[in-house]
């Protein structure tokens, strides 16, 4: 078993949807919590971190952690082409060790 | 403005023949790491700096091999390349315990 698990679709939709990606994990000693968004052929990019169970909203993206059902969810409202990316959700395991997901690819259609 | 910056974006190499890539940081960062990316798959951690101390992953193959000099620079040196390590590398940066990791935007090898 993966410590963290993602499905990683591809999920489509269409533009000004609420898109919901979710990564569940099995380690409760995973504390602190990264979305990134990757584009083709590029770098990861952060879009949200959070350490504690609850919401965390940054624009049209909000963050949810669970830490009592090990599950963590990302929301992007109000989704534009431009948001077609893969997202990897991430794990900090001790004190500097980021274990990933393996990424869901998701595609706006206009 | 790019603060972890990866050379070169696209790197292709001979098999068998030693490849570096670099990273360098303006973050003043205390960790660095070295990610491999490979096609549809998460990155998978090989190595992490915290200041001078290297952690080595126990599933890291011994070609691969990382050097830090100084707090801005670590490189990732690959001694001999076979065609599976073809990949996306990675670096990333964080302030230590904790807290986010920053990428740079990879460097794409590629073996012949």
């Known amino acids: 078993q993966k410590e963290v698990e993602q499905d990683p679709g591809p999920l489509s939709v269409p533009e000004g949807a609420i898109v919901s990606l979710n990564c569940t994990y099995s380690n409760s000693a995973f504390q602190y919590f990264m979305w990134y968004r990757q584009y083709s052929r590029k770098g990861p990019e952060l879009l949200m971190y959070?350490?504690?169970?609850g919401n965390k909203e940054d624009g049209r993206f909000t963050a949810q952690v669970d830490k009592s059902s090990k599950y963590i969810s990302l929301f992007i409202r109000d989704s534009q082409p431009s948001d077609s990316a893969t997202y990897l959700c991430?794990?900090?395991?001790?004190?500097?060790?980021?274990?990933f997901g393996q990424g869901t690819r998701l595609t706006i259609n206009p | 403005d790019a603060m972890v910056i990866q050379n070169p974006r696209y790197q292709v190499t001979q098999f068998g023949k030693p490849v570096t890539l670099s990273c360098s940081q303006t973050?003043?960062?205390?960790?660095m790491y070295w990610y491999q990316q490979k096609s549809s798959q998460a990155p998978k951690l090989l190595f992490h700096y915290y200041d001078k101390d290297f952690n080595n992953e126990a599933d890291t193959p011994d070609n691969f091999q990382s050097r830090r000099p100084n707090t801005s620079f670590c490189f990732l040196d690959i001694r001999s390349p076979g065609l599976g390590d073809a990949a996306m590398y990675l670096c990333?940066?964080?302030?230590?315990?904790?807290?986010?990791?920053?990428f740079g935007q990879g460097t794409r090898l590629t073996v012949v």
């Open positions: 991430a794990m900090l395991q001790g004190a500097q060790k980021l274990v």
């Open positions: 973050l003043n960062h205390n960790v």
């Open positions: 959070t350490y504690s169970s």
């Open positions: 990333a940066t964080s302030r230590g315990r904790g807290t986010e990791a920053f």
